[in-house]
């Protein structure tokens, strides 16, 4: 057991002369999970993959030949093998070897990772005797491949690299004529996965949600328009934002559909780009002269992204609707006044004393602090408790409602990747409706116990949040109660990512009441993220929500 515990940790003996052990007896493997294993007699730990009959066994390991360093480096070649009913028939090596596959005909690709830093890689292909068909460097990072059940074609995808020609591209190759076929640029979204129709020539790249979308291989996709009614439809502001560019007339049913498309983003798209679908949308009624409309769609993106771009316009349409009216004079608002009043929230003014660089402080009895902290002491005054802990406090108590008793390993585990399931090991993937149901049922005790867990790392508080204590947690708990602290787990668990920022700077409570304060110094601006947290959840659930604007004192 201390022998296989070594190598599962990188300790591992001196390479032998002559490369990798070989023999002609069947190699006892063990298989985890995400594409582990371990291999006892060759005192292996990497990764592998089977080829479709099983029959081929590809094994490789980015890792220096004693083990000691993966990843990123600067020398130490990784290993590969080709195994035919787990005996090894070739190995090799690469500077960094990743995303093998295997086919029937033993014919496998790998990238290369390659060693140093910078945005470069390398896609490799070999057959079954370890001859390499293609070696194709590439300045920019490999991402997914894909190779056919007959070994035939394969295809790689690079990510994103500013200013070079490989840069976001399907590449499409022919291994038996040791050639490149064809490349395009990723318009349809990463793949999640790719299928063959080698007969019918076509590579269907799979997308998320099941979306497949086909191409030949000359790299023309097949039948592009449904695709992109299809995008359309769904409110992909990409394939949106390039027809609206382009020079072609839209017909009017297209600006139908295009407009329902932009509708469908604004309401159930991604977050970050629900202002942009609002955006878009008050710009195609400002062309079509509504300016009433337009004005409101206009509202709708600064309220959840005050930087979207379009309060000039949309004060711009203002005035012109108002031409010829006499309108009364009205106080001039400061900006976070008007972000306030955009999203529907209470705007607080608090007055505070000025000192060298970013400390204020509410009296002269108090310490210098950060504005966050003043600020706080200004709402203890009125007699409110609290935290200023941004959304630290609150994804902490999420986390201690979240587990009848929480598992040590988990005490330093972010509770958006165990909502998302963002997490290593099978063990600690959990099923959203059971943390849901945890929070709806939790206790006092329960927290308790589970916040000496979470705090037992760094002593008296979160790992990750130092401004947290255990009176936070508790007095948050019992002013929230579980009904409303599950209805905030429900919405969070919908998209944990996006609702982990963006929280209010202050958390208050008293008399049963919760209130969430973000404040704002002179200097500072209102983000995208915390118009969205608010207008998104906090103010659905119906919580109270203010903007603090502070003011030095004269």
């Not at 004693?66 to 195994?83: A, I, V």
Request: glycine share 10%; aromatic share 8%.
């Amino acid at each position: 057991m201390t022998g296989f515990l070594d190598r599962l940790f990188g300790k591992r003996s001196p390479e032998r002369k002559g490369g990798s052990k070989r023999s002609g007896a069947r190699l006892d493997i063990d298989e985890y999970s995400h594409g582990l294993v371990s291999i006892a007699q060759l005192d292996f730990i990497g990764h592998h993959a089977k080829s479709p009959n099983g029959s081929y066994r590809l094994i490789w390991a980015d890792r220096t030949p004693d083990g000691s360093r993966g990843g990123n480096r600067e020398s130490g070649h990784g290993s590969w093998s080709l195994l035919l009913h787990d005996q090894i028939v070739k190995s090799g090596k690469l500077e960094r070897p990743q995303e093998g596959k295997v086919a029937d005909n033993g014919v496998f690709i790998l990238h290369d990772c390659m060693f140093g830093n910078g945005l470069q890689s390398r896609f490799t292909a070999y057959d079954r005797d370890g001859q390499q068909l293609i070696n194709q460097h590439f300045a920019a990072n490999l991402m997914s491949n894909s190779l056919s059940p007959d070994g035939r074609y394969a295809i790689c995808q690079t990510a994103n690299a500013p200013g070079s020609d490989d840069s976001c591209r399907y590449m499409l190759f022919d291994l038996e004529a040791r050639h490149e076929m064809a490349r395009w640029e990723v318009e349809t979204g990463w793949a999640e996965g790719y299928d063959w129709d080698t007969g019918a020539e076509k590579v269907i790249i799979c997308l998320k949600d099941g979306e497949r979308v086909a191409y030949d291989f000359a790299g023309s996709m097949i039948d592009r328009d449904g695709w992109q009614r299809a995008r359309i439809a769904s409110g992909d502001l990409g394939v949106i934002k390039d027809l609206l560019a382009s020079q072609e007339p839209l017909s009017e049913g297209a600006r139908t559909e295009i407009k329902a498309g932009l509708e469908r983003a604004a309401r159930e798209g991604e977050l970050w780009g629900q202002a942009r679908a609002y955006r878009l949308l008050g710009e195609m009624y400002e062309a079509e002269g509504k300016r009433e409309k337009a004005i409101t769609a206009y509202d709708e993106a600064l309220t959840l992204d005050p930087k979207v771009g379009v309060a000039r316009r949309a004060d711009k349409l203002r005035k012109q609707m108002g031409q010829g009216e006499a309108k009364p004079a009205r106080r001039k608002q400061s900006r976070f006044e008007k972000q306030a009043q955009r999203l529907g929230i209470e705007h607080d003014v608090i007055v505070l004393e000025k000192g060298d660089g970013k400390d204020w402080r509410l009296q002269a009895a108090h310490q210098w602090s950060s504005v966050e902290f003043a600020s706080l002491e200004h709402y203890r005054n009125l007699g409110w408790s609290g935290a200023a802990s941004e959304g630290g406090l609150i994804l902490t108590l999420l986390k201690a409602a979240s587990f009848p008793r929480l598992d040590p390993r988990n005490a330093d585990t972010f509770v958006e990747a165990l909502y998302a399931q963002n997490v290593a090991f099978d063990e600690d993937r959990f099923d959203k409706g059971d943390l849901i149901a945890a929070v709806s049922q939790a206790t006092r005790s329960q927290i308790e116990t589970n916040w000496k867990i979470i705090s037992a790392s760094a002593g008296r508080t979160p790992a990750f949040y130092p401004t947290v204590h255990a009176e936070h947690v508790l007095g948050l708990f019992e002013t929230l109660g579980t009904e409303r602290l599950a209805r905030i787990a429900e919405v969070f668990a919908n998209a944990p990512y996006d609702f982990r920022s963006g929280w209010p700077d202050l958390t208050l409570w008293k008399d049963n009441l919760a209130r969430f304060v973000e404040v704002k110094a002179p200097s500072d601006s209102f983000h995208a993220s915390q118009a969205r947290l608010i207008s998104k959840l906090l103010l659905p659930l119906g919580f109270d929500v203010a903007l603090a604007e502070v003011r030095p004192s004269p």
